[in-house]
C-alpha cells in the first residue's frame, strides 16, 4: 500500500490527505464491483472513508462494513445524521441503477421529481434524540464499535438545530467511546455561526472547487474536509475550452505534462487551504489511482502555472 502524508485533524484523529467518498458508491451494479473500488483506494494508500446514514438509500454504510472487517484499525471512517432515507425506500435500494437510467433518459421527469421532492421537504430537526437513533443505527450498519468523526449532515436555514442538546449528546458519545470527534457537513456558508457555537476541534467538512471565493479557511483553520472539487468546475472549464483561444492554449499546456483539467482541480483543492482532506468520490478504480498520484508528485508550482493560464484568459477572476 502506498504511503500518503497525514493530516492532523483533531486530538485523537488523524487521517489520509486524500480521502474516498462513497456517495457514489451503490452506483456500482455488483458487490464485487463496489469492493474493487474500496480496496482499490485503500491499496493506493486512502485510509478515510465518508459515508452517510442517507448514501446508496441506507446501504452504503452496510457495503463500507464489509470492507473494514479485519482493517478497521487502518482506516478512519466518517458518516453523518440528519437527512434520513424515506420511510419504505431503503426496500428498493436493489433497484437505483434503472431508476437512475430512466432518470437520465428523460430528463422532464427527472425535473418534476425534483420539484415535488423540494415541496414535500420539510424542515429538518437535528437533536439529541434524533442524533443517539442515528449513530446507533450507523454503527450496526457498518459493524463497528465507534466512528471517527461523526457530522451533523447539512442543517439548512430553515432546519431546527438544538445546539445545545447536540453538544451534550456529542460529549456523551465521546466519553462512551463511540465517536473520536464530530462536526458539521454542509454546502452551505449559513452554518458559520453554529461552527463557531460547537468550538474549534469541530471539523467542518464543506463543498469546494476552483471558482469558489478564495478566503481565509473557514472558522479560522478549524480541521477542514473538502468535497466536490470536480462537481460543477469541470463541466465549466471543458466548456471554456471549447472557446477559440483558450482551447488551443490549455491543450498545449495539458500536453506538456500530461495532465489532464481534472487533477489540477484536485491540485488546487489540495492547496486552497492549509492541510484540507480532500475527498474523491468515482466508480472508476483507475480514477482513485490517478489521484493519488497527483497528490504525491505534483506541487503547489503546478498550480499557479494553471490559475495563471485561466486568470489570463478570463476564466478566473484575477
Not at 144 to 161: A, C, M, Q, S
Amino acid at each position: 500500500m502506498t504511503v500518503l502524508h497525514r493530516v492532523t485533524l483533531t486530538r485523537d484523529v488523524t487521517a489520509t490527505r486524500l480521502g474516498f467518498g462513497c456517495g457514489g458508491l451503490m452506483r456500482l451494479p455488483s458487490r464485487s464491483a463496489r469492493r474493487r473500488l474500496l480496496d482499490a483506494a485503500f491499496d493506493s494508500g486512502m485510509t478515510h472513508f465518508d459515508v452517510a446514514r442517507m448514501y446508496g438509500l441506507g446501504q452504503a454504510e452496510v457495503e463500507l462494513g464489509r470492507f473494514a472487517r479485519g482493517r478497521r484499525s487502518d482506516i478512519t471512517i466518517a458518516t453523518k445524521f440528519g437527512i434520513e432515507t424515506r420511510v419504505g425506500l431503503s426496500q428498493v435500494a436493489r433497484l437505483q441503477r434503472p431508476a437512475r437510467a430512466l432518470l437520465a433518459t428523460f430528463p422532464t421527469l427527472r425535473g418534476a421529481i425534483k420539484r415535488r421532492g423540494d415541496l414535500m421537504d420539510t424542515p429538518r430537526h437535528y437533536d439529541a434524540r434524533t442524533a443517539r437513533r442515528s449513530l446507533e443505527e450507523s454503527l450496526k450498519q457498518v459493524g463497528t464499535d465507534y466512528f471517527d468523526i461523526l457530522f451533523v449532515h447539512d442543517p439548512r436555514p430553515t432546519d431546527v438545530v438544538d445546539v445545545e442538546e447536540l453538544c451534550e449528546f456529542a460529549e456523551e458519545a465521546q466519553r462512551e467511546g463511540k465517536i473520536r470527534s464530530w462536526g458539521v457537513a454542509s454546502e452551505q456558508d449559513t452554518v458559520a455561526g453554529l461552527m463557531d457555537v460547537l468550538g474549534q476541534e469541530a471539523v467542518l467538512q464543506t463543498r469546494y472547487d476552483i471558482f469558489s471565493p478564495l478566503r481565509p479557511a473557514p472558522g479560522d483553520g478549524r480541521p477542514l474536509i473538502l468535497f466536490g472539487f470536480l462537481a460543477s468546475a469541470l463541466e465549466r472549464l471543458t466548456r471554456a475550452a471549447r472557446e477559440p483561444g483558450l482551447g488551443k492554449t490549455l491543450a498545449r499546456f495539458l500536453e506538456q505534462g500530461d495532465r489532464s483539467i481534472a487533477d489540477y482541480l484536485l491540485l488546487d483543492a489540495l492547496y486552497a487551504y492549509a492541510n484540507p482532506i480532500v475527498l474523491v468520490s468515482t466508480v472508476h478504480p483507475a480514477r482513485v489511482s490517478r489521484a493519488m498520484e497527483v497528490a504525491q508528485n505534483m506541487t503547489p508550482a503546478d498550480l499557479v502555472s494553471f490559475r495563471t493560464l485561466l486568470t489570463d484568459a478570463g476564466v478566473l477572476p484575477s
